[in-house]
């Protein structure tokens, strides 16, 4: 007996390696190819799909496990810090999209009830195609991420109030004047059922899980969990995504979420691609072949409204130029839970059968260029501050403060003020050296000064801020962002306006180094290399090799590593004392009873002046660059690096009482 569903399945796959192997050679966007792939599978193409709602019902499973892993990579306290760009940047985006297509298309004689629901439709973007690209790109901790993941997160929440006043829009065929009441109570419940779970419930049934041991015990527990939330939230009247996003924030606030995530990870890339490929499925070839250039050009129309209104709506928090082209471009296509809302509109009555065919060519014809327009979108940005622009619109609205040492001379310039830069400014202020912040959250940025800390906001990625904190006199530049293309403008920028500049950048992969050596930089800290290094002692480690013969080992490729990368460049070394070449790494294990135990790390790193932490390994996972107050317990495994020196004697405070 054949099943339907599995036949679509091996066609969907098959023609899928195909196309995107083809993808991969041309180097193009891997979402196109599934695009492709969906139209040429579909009923609009070669017809080869019969099962096309069993296949929308994985693809459904595809968003819910792609949001679920976002929210895993994002802690609940975080999303607390971005609760003004949620609040007023996505009001702003949403808000001012639907007034500008009302504007445009009520001057078109079209009925003010289809005017308005397009003008629903168009203010949405796709939070699956554009929280892919971020994630893969690694951009989640930068200010670009944050701000898209915060307008992307507002817009979501709106598609229910939208979908109670579709409804009753005029021209509706039925209307209903059912309360919006409960289901604001419902999403109130929800939330509390998610800040209660993440806080007490999950973490404790997650630790006696993890305890069995059991690896299927452990994916199928947290499957449960992210398609529990996600059923509640659809009950609540929310979309199955965002209540997938609200499961992985649960997740996060676990010690289990970097195992979780890695369970996740095969099962959300496999869905994943059913939700681009039914996409594509929708696409009609024939009225797009009948109206080519008229789809086209509403298409660039489209995009280039939603761009230069959601980079509007960026500038107007404060953020600097490059930060409002970034996210107006990321945000410029339409999103998949516009589908949802187009579907309700068409079965009202609302939307004609051809302005919906036209929206969901375009809409489709959007999401095959995000990827290619998230691509080329650092160049554009730049572009945009090559213009003679106002040096106040470049740097956003937060003016700079006044220099208050105009006389800078062999200082260090830090930029960026994560967990990285905190560490150096701490290790600068207690050799006494001279440094400089330039941070672009201006939350931080506000926060800082009022500690006294020589913070600036500004965008490192133009002259006129690297100009104004004396990049031209420092001794050193430290780069510690998590945005690749703009650490390659400023490394570039630093060395030019510099020749004289030692340039000290920390980076994520080891394929990033060899850009970033060619641009200028002299020291490369790459994550992934120290990352190994862990790995390999502990592969040592359990083939019970002493301990002091792994710290040899790692020793030594370390330091042969590191002359690997540094033989890329002929710079000289820095000769100031925050250089790394007399430094060491060393792993330690916290006993039971000694007095690490029950302290926070960042006691360690007062107590021990140039000691850093790099990372913290407990239970499941491995913590990198861990928060100050996290209280260090008996049997965590930490590594550190510092001075030689000061290594052993800091070593007794995990072993003795």
């Not at 195609?129 to 898209?148: A, H, N, P």
């Not at 000289?572 to 916290?590: E, G």
Request: charge should be negative; charged fraction near 20%; hydrophobic fraction near 50%.
């Amino acid at each position: 007996m054949e099943i339907a569903l599995l036949k679509d399945i091996v066609v969907i796959f098959a023609l899928s390696v195909a196309v995107l192997l083809i993808f991969h050679r041309l180097r193009a966007p891997t979402i196109v190819g599934f695009l492709l792939t969906g139209i040429l599978a579909g009923p609009n193409g070669l017809g080869l799909i019969n099962a096309s709602e069993q296949v929308s019902v994985l693809a459904e499973i595809g968003v819910v496990l792609l949001l679920f892993s976002v929210g895993m990579e994002i802690s609940l306290k975080d999303l607390l810090k971005i609760k003004k760009y949620v609040l007023v940047g996505g009001s702003l985006q949403v808000t001012l999209t639907i007034l500008a297509v009302y504007a445009i298309l009520s001057r078109m004689q079209i009925p003010s009830g289809e005017v308005l629901i397009l003008g629903f439709l168009i203010s949405l973007s796709s939070t699956a195609i554009v929280l892919r690209i971020i994630q893969k790109k690694e951009q989640f901790d930068s200010i670009y991420g944050r701000t898209t993941l915060s307008i992307l997160i507002f817009q979501d929440l709106a598609v229910v109030p939208m979908m109670l006043i579709v409804p009753l829009l005029p021209g509706a065929v039925q209307t209903t004047q059912q309360s919006p009441w409960p289901t604001v109570a419902k999403v109130l419940i929800l939330i509390v059922l998610v800040i209660v779970s993440a806080k007490w419930i999950v973490p404790k049934a997650l630790y006696h899980i993890a305890k069995t041991g059991d690896r299927e015990l452990f994916l199928l527990s947290i499957v449960t969990i992210c398609l529990s939330v996600a059923w509640i939230s659809s009950l609540s009247g929310l979309s199955l995504g965002l209540g997938a996003f609200f499961a992985g924030l649960i997740i996060s606030e676990s010690p289990y979420s970097h195992q979780a995530f890695g369970n996740v990870m095969p099962l959300r890339d496999a869905f994943t691609s059913f939700f681009f490929i039914s996409i594509g499925m929708l696409l009609d070839l024939d009225y797009l072949l009948a109206n080519p250039l008229y789809i086209i050009l509403a298409a660039a129309a489209v995009m280039a409204l939603k761009a230069v209104i959601a980079g509007l709506s960026v500038s107007l928090l404060g953020l600097p130029l490059r930060i409002s082209v970034l996210v107006g471009l990321a945000l410029s296509q339409i999103g998949e839970f516009s589908f949802i809302l187009s579907k309700t509109g068409f079965d009202s009555g609302i939307i004609s059968e051809d302005v919906y065919q036209l929206f969901l060519d375009v809409a489709v014809l959007t999401m095959g260029a995000t990827s290619i327009l998230m691509a080329v979108s650092p160049r554009v940005a730049d572009g945009f501050l090559r213009l003679p622009i106002p040096h106040r619109l470049k740097n956003g609205r937060l003016p700079m403060a006044a220099a208050k040492d105009p006389q800078w001379k062999d200082h260090l310039v830090i930029i960026g003020y994560g967990v990285n830069g905190r560490n150096v400014a701490l290790s600068a202020r207690s050799e006494g050296i001279a440094f400089v912040i330039v941070e672009m959250d201006p939350e931080i940025v506000a926060e800082e000064e009022k500690k006294g800390e020589p913070i600036h906001f500004g965008d490192a990625s133009q002259e006129a801020v690297l100009r104004y904190v004396g990049i031209r006199s420092a001794r050193v530049v430290a780069i510690a962002i998590s945005d690749p293309a703009a650490t390659r403008r400023i490394t570039e920028l630093a060395r030019r306006m510099n020749p004289d500049l030692f340039i000290i950048v920390r980076t994520r992969y080891l394929d990033e180094m060899g850009p970033l050596k060619k641009l200028g930089a002299d020291e490369i800290i790459p994550e992934e290399f120290e990352t190994s290094m862990e790995i390999f002692a502990r592969v040592l480690d359990r083939y019970d090799v002493p301990r002091e013969k792994i710290e040899q080992y790692i020793d030594q490729i370390r330091l042969e590593g590191y002359e690997m990368f540094r033989s890329l460049s002929q710079e000289p070394y820095c000769n100031a004392s925050l250089s790394m070449q007399s430094d060491i790494v060393r792993t330690f294990k916290i006993l039971a009873g000694s007095q690490a135990e029950g302290r926070m790390v960042a006691e360690m790193s007062e107590k021990e002046k140039g000691i850093q932490l790099l990372a913290l390994h407990r239970d499941l996972q491995t913590i990198a660059s861990p928060d100050g107050k996290m209280l260090m317990q008996a049997d965590d495994i930490v590594v550190l690096m510092g001075p030689e020196d000061k290594m052993d004697k800091i070593g007794e405070r995990f072993s003795d009482s």
